[in-house]
């Protein structure tokens, strides 16, 4: 998914963030789950699907990243930290949720 920042508000860009970042939260939420109900592919394939809405939250972020490197000034807004946040914690969860599920797998759980 390549969105162009320049078609967007600086509100419309925090929201793909938010949208994206979400996405892939609910997903990994979900993989747990689903692993939980002994649904292992459906488990691994949710966790794919979270990575392609990550991906596209990460182009979104490197672009705005990318355009503050080359002088020009991005917005801070409390809009702009929520969705920093929505991604930032995602991540997180993300990368804990393969650890549990890569612990229960070793313990058969």
Do not use: C, P
């Not at 920042?5 to 929201?15: D, H, M, V, W």
């Not at 649904?39 to 394939?45: K, T």
């Not at 794919?48 to 917005?75: R, S, Y």
Request: charged share 30%; glycine share 4%.
């Amino acid at each position: 998914m390549d969105i162009n920042l320049e078609e967007l508000t600086s509100e419309q860009i925090n929201f793909q963030l938010i949208l994206h970042s979400g996405n892939a939260r609910s997903k990994v939420i979900q993989s747990l789950r689903e692993y939980r109900e002994g649904n292992v592919e459906e488990a691994e394939s949710l966790l794919t699907q979270a990575e392609e809405d990550l991906n596209a939250a990460h182009g979104i972020h490197f672009k705005m990243v990318q355009k503050e490197a080359q002088g020009e000034k991005v917005e801070f807004s409390m809009l702009f930290m929520h969705a920093e946040d929505h991604l930032m914690s995602t991540l997180t969860m993300k990368e804990l949720v393969i650890e549990l599920l890569e612990i229960f797998k070793a313990k058969n759980l």
